[in-house]
């Protein structure tokens, strides 16, 4: 009894050592059981819709102290929200990596509350008050697995999380914007949903003629939208175009954004499926370019507390567009630049290692609207 005990034990020891090497050689079997949620997609079971005529269905609101007003330590930014002539409407990225349900309560508590607001809003939104009053909804996110299957529940998560955005923005347009330029912006799934937003309820609408231009950052997002006088910007002060860029070094693997990244385009979500990518080198603002490390105002580290924000770094890192993506070189061993890099992708820092000069062409492409429009 006790010789088959242990073989039953050495058996399992041995269906756990192999199971979890498979696990770890093949990353879709490690989302798979890590992060997709345990059952399929039901509208009905979907947490509750978010009212955006209620302050708390917002992340960040120009009329209240939050997270997006911060500005870097040991710098001249200056949070200018209360006399901005413009306006942005931000999008920020998947914080919920839940598998209880394919999408979380727009105000999900623990981590995913905690990342949006210590993280999201202190290191991408606030990029943009020193141009813009600042306004980011709240929304019902889908998880993070939406990104990584292509099925049909993939695609209601984000639907469902985009019928959201679409609201907020319809509350932000008709209530909170007063007929005033604005700025569309996101990150990541934010990006993607601005993506859809600029498609869907933008381009070719009298808003077009307030769109400053559409920073959606960290997307598969394609040089050709198909959309007439919709492209990438060419300059530092191109306006009512689209800016975007995805971080990765030289040896990073490509084709989960440039092959399997997921869009939004011709009135569905598909995989980019080697569509050329807008690249726009957030160093100079040129589509396609390429720019040295001198050229870099300030990279925010992921350091310090949630009471002091971090003193920019210059010359972090240089960058150049190729073949749609942003080849960037910060040191490996960068302090605040490491965590959540995997396989060379620098995702989670698209805003952080060029936060200073995000600001400082925001200023610049203001201006040039301004200017144009009188």
Not at 10 to 38: D, E, H
Not at 348 to 368: K, S
């Amino acid at each position: 009894m006790l010789r088959k005990s242990l073989w039953a034990l050495l058996g399992f020891a041995a269906l756990v050592m192999v199971g979890g090497g498979i696990l770890y050689f093949n990353k879709p079997a490690q989302y798979y059981v890590l992060l997709k949620p345990w059952s399929d997609f039901d509208a009905a079971k979907s947490p509750p819709s978010p009212d955006y005529s209620l302050e708390e269905a917002w992340a960040a609101l120009p009329e209240r102290d939050d997270k997006a007003d911060v500005v870097p330590a040991s710098s001249e930014a200056v949070d200018n929200q209360a006399s901005a002539e413009v306006d942005v409407f931000f999008l920020h990225p998947t914080t919920y990596y839940g598998k209880a349900g394919w999408n979380a309560r727009f105000d999900e508590p623990g981590f995913p509350v905690d990342r949006l607001e210590n993280g999201v809003l202190r290191f991408q939104a606030s990029a943009f008050n020193g141009c813009c009053r600042v306004f980011a909804p709240r929304y019902r996110q889908a998880t993070v697995y939406a990104f990584l299957g292509k099925g049909e529940n993939e695609h209601a998560a984000l639907d469902l999380a985009y019928q959201d955005v679409a609201r907020a923005f319809e509350n932000f347009i008709a209530e909170r914007n007063d007929d005033r330029p604005f700025v569309l912006a996101g990150h990541s799934q934010g990006a993607l949903h601005g993506s859809r937003l600029l498609q869907e309820k933008i381009a070719g609408t009298p808003l077009a003629e307030r769109m400053i231009a559409a920073y959606l950052i960290g997307s598969a997002l394609p040089a050709d939208l198909g959309l007439s006088g919709v492209v990438p910007c060419a300059s530092p002060t191109d306006t009512g175009c689209t800016i975007n860029w995805n971080s990765v070094n030289d040896a990073a693997p490509r084709a989960g954004w440039t092959k399997e990244g997921t869009t939004w385009i011709g009135g569905e979500y598909r995989m980019i499926q080697d569509a050329p990518l807008a690249c726009i080198n957030p160093l100079n603002w040129i589509a396609g370019g390429v720019a040295e490390a001198p050229e870099n105002l300030g990279s925010l580290p992921f350091v310090g507390s949630e009471d002091k924000f971090p003193a920019p770094r210059p010359a972090l890192t240089g960058a150049r567009c190729e073949e749609g993506m942003l080849i960037v070189s910060p040191p490996e061993d960068a302090e605040g630049f490491t965590y959540g890099v995997r396989s060379g992708d620098y995702h989670i820092y698209d805003y952080n290692l060029f936060y200073m000069n995000i600001r400082a062409n925001l200023e610049e492409r203001v201006a040039a609207y301004l200017q144009k429009r009188g």
